[in-house]
């Protein structure tokens, strides 16, 4: 079975700096999904950014950006620039490429605070 | 378009008592998967319907069930509600059931069983 961890319950960043969150993540298949989450307080889940596990490159998606590392199966995401709106709970998740239905699998998540 | 849209917002139950949520996927999405999130942890997957049809379940029991609609939009019933069934649900759609096809997430129902 697949799992994602995510070791850091909690992170803080002053607003415009940098932060980084943590991703690992366990499985057996070669071709999958990564993706990072943010629900802010109340409000609905949305997609940050997606890796595709044979694209070599990292994604990026404007201030956010992922280091893809696949022979450690690791997955973090970069926050550059942070700001007030950016301060929510992150959820790492993963998906096989191949079968036919949609199970993804999420880590326990990261809330990350912005300090103005 | 329209968003992907839950109700009610908040629910509080019974023990052993029966419970509907209900869930309109976004326009054009023919897709839809549910979730379960418990206070402090990530959604986990319930089940997933595609074209009226169970396609895919996470580790939940049969008297977690579902529907859905020519229109697609979906319905999740849970049996003999347990304390431990108190959670955020939400649901998803997406425009296929495989492939990197993003999913949208409505804003979920709080349910309270006491």
């Known amino acids: 079975a697949q799992t994602v961890t995510q070791s850091q319950p909690e992170m803080s960043v002053q607003e415009a700096e940098t932060v980084t969150l943590s991703c690992t993540y366990d499985?057996?298949?070669?071709?999958?999904?990564l993706f990072w989450y943010k629900q802010p307080p109340s409000r609905q889940m949305i997609l940050v950014i997606r890796?595709?596990?044979?694209?070599?490159q990292n994604a990026t998606e404007n201030r956010f950006s992922v280091n893809f590392q696949k022979a450690a199966k690791s997955f973090s995401l970069k926050i550059s620039d942070s700001q007030l709106g950016d301060a929510a709970m992150y959820f790492c998740?993963?998906?096989?490429?191949?079968?036919?239905?949609?199970?993804?699998?999420f880590g326990i998540g990261t809330k990350l605070q912005v300090i103005p | 378009e329209t968003g992907v849209t839950q109700s009610p917002t908040h629910l509080i139950k019974t023990r052993g008592q029966q419970v509907t949520l209900r869930c309109s996927s976004q326009s054009g999405h023919n897709t839809v998967s549910w979730y379960q999130q418990a206070l402090g942890q990530g959604p986990q997957f319930i089940f997933q319907?595609?074209?009226?049809?169970?396609?895919g379940r996470g580790n939940f029991p049969p008297r977690f069930s579902g529907l859905q609609f020519p229109n697609y939009s979906s319905e999740l019933n849970v049996n003999a509600l347990e304390l431990d069934d108190s959670a955020l649900y939400l649901c998803?759609?997406?425009?296929?059931?495989?492939?990197?096809?993003?999913?949208?997430f409505g804003p979920g129902t709080r349910l309270t069983v006491t």
């Open positions: 890796q595709e596990a044979y694209k070599q």
């Open positions: 998740a993963y998906r096989r490429h191949s079968g036919g239905y949609q199970k993804v699998t």
């Open positions: 319907y595609y074209r009226e049809e169970e396609n």
């Open positions: 499985t057996s298949e070669s071709d999958y999904y």
């Open positions: 998803a759609s997406s425009l296929d059931p495989s492939g990197g096809y993003e999913q949208y």
